[in-house]
């Protein structure tokens, strides 16, 4: 099982912030204006003030909402 750092995943999605921290807050805005993408997440014990690293079952639910941020089209 691999975990993924929040931080890593927000820059994939936002490649364009000039920092991490940056990249966190837009990928956080993000996940709350998706009602549903935050409902499932928090079913799996997800808290949105305090994800620093995201289990693969969160991060397949993230994928399915918004999207690959990895793959190339």
Partial sequence: MVYV???????AYFPNCSTASNAVR????????????LEKLQETGY???????????QVDIIFA?????????
């Avoid at 750092?5 to 820059?11: D, G, I, M, T, V």
């Fill in 5 to 11: 750092r929040f931080s890593k995943l927000a820059q």
């Fill in 26 to 37: 837009c990928l956080s805005r993000e996940i709350k204006r998706c009602k549903s993408l």
């Fill in 47 to 57: 808290k949105p003030y305090s994800h620093r690293v995201l289990s693969p079952k």
């Fill in 65 to 73: 909402e918004l999207g690959n941020p990895f793959e190339t089209i």
